[in-house]
């Protein structure tokens, strides 16, 4: 079966009037739907989405609301236990002052030394 | 030899130049002989409503039938009559949940709904997936 | 050995990622893969000679490495083919489809 590797690289894109990642979701969904085998790598700025403070309050605008922004650490939590593999860039968190102990457990990091090798693995990249 | 590409778009129409290159990578493909599914996510199913207009240009002092203005729609519907002149096919599935939050659930005849598990079946079933992720 | 085709449609001046892409493509190269890079849209305004982007000339030295520009994208940019860095293949998108459709060969946007 093809391995897919998804690169996530942009984070907080929408995700407040989604209450999703739209990315992460439709991953999710199709792993769902029978596309298996498949693996995230948050690089750059996305490397955030695997701290596990993140707390986003509910938004009002008049009658107008955001009731249930989205954890994305427990987005990528639920989607490690559907089998999803899920990899981070070690550099990019440390150039952000992030430390391993912020990070959610169900992450692995990976080198930009072996990163070559990393992507080589998989039979498709997608980057989203 | 006659390939299936599959598609994955998800800008909205008029915001960024990735739209004019996937359709311009779509014509090519169909005039190679090529047969193209495109899944249509969150602002991409914007490209297919069937109540884009064009309309005058007061800086270019243009009427709106001088300034022919490109809609996205006719981009799509130009391609279905692309493929069946070559004899290829072109299936263009907007994501139901993206139309239906957007309102953008009306289109010109071809484009079809579906979801994830067209996705999926659509890269099971391509030589070839590529994904157009949105420009930032 | 594996092949892949990155499209860059992004500035190398407006990002650090671009920069990273390059340095991942020398990368691959070194270790024998197969490697095209189709610059489009803003990616082509790093095709200039006099544009400072010291990767580039690298990556365009790697034997396993072809570097495209689009016709298209040049041209709307008033790039001409006497301004660009050397050992760039100005091409457009059958070149585009048919890497893309290339067996085995990985293709990636950026």
Request: charged share 25%; net charge negative; proline share 4%.
């Amino acid at each position: 079966m093809s391995k897919v590797l998804n690169i996530i690289d942009t984070a907080y894109r929408a995700h407040l009037e989604e209450q999703d990642d739209t990315s992460m979701w439709l991953i999710h969904a199709i792993n769902n739907a029978g596309v298996e085998n498949q693996s995230i790598l948050l690089t750059g700025n996305a490397v955030n989405y695997a701290v596990k403070t993140q707390k986003p309050k509910a938004l009002n605008f008049g009658s107008g609301k955001i009731p249930y922004p989205n954890k994305l650490h427990e987005d990528l939590q639920a989607m490690s236990k559907k089998g999803i593999k899920l990899f981070f860039l070690a550099g990019d968190v440390k150039d952000r002052g992030i430390s391993q102990g912020d990070l959610i457990g169900e992450v692995e990091g990976i080198d930009r030394s072996s990163l070559a090798d990393f992507v080589d693995d998989f039979d498709h990249i997608w980057r989203w | 030899m006659s390939k299936t590409l599959n598609i994955l778009l998800m800008d909205p129409p008029y915001e960024s130049s990735n739209t004019a290159t996937a359709f311009r990578i779509m014509e090519s493909a169909i005039n190679k002989g090529h047969n193209i599914t495109v899944f249509a996510y969150e602002g991409a199913t914007s490209l297919t409503l069937k109540h884009q207009k064009g309309h005058p240009n007061p800086v270019k002092d243009t009427t709106a039938a001088e300034e022919k203005h490109p809609l996205t729609k006719d981009f799509v519907t130009g391609l279905f009559g692309l493929a069946r002149e070559k004899g290829t096919s072109f299936r263009w599935v907007n994501c139901g949940f993206c139309v239906d939050e957007r309102g953008v659930g009306e289109w010109d005849e071809g484009p079809e709904r579906g979801g994830p598990p067209q996705f999926a079946e659509m890269y099971k079933n391509a030589d070839q997936t590529l994904i157009i992720p949105t420009s930032r | 050995m594996s092949k892949y085709l990155f499209i860059e449609t992004r500035d190398p001046f407006e990002r650090q990622d671009t920069v990273k892409l390059y340095g991942l493509i020398n990368e691959l190269s070194t270790k024998g893969h197969d490697v095209a890079l189709f610059l489009t849209q803003n990616g082509v305004l790093a095709t200039r000679k006099e544009a400072k982007v010291p990767l580039l000339p690298v990556i365009l030295k790697e034997k396993n490495v072809a570097v495209y520009a689009d016709d298209y994208s040049l041209e709307e940019r008033g790039i001409s083919t006497s301004d660009l860095v050397e050992n760039i293949q100005v091409s457009g998108a059958d070149t585009l489809v048919d890497l893309t459709m290339e067996t085995g060969r990985k293709p990636v946007w950026y």
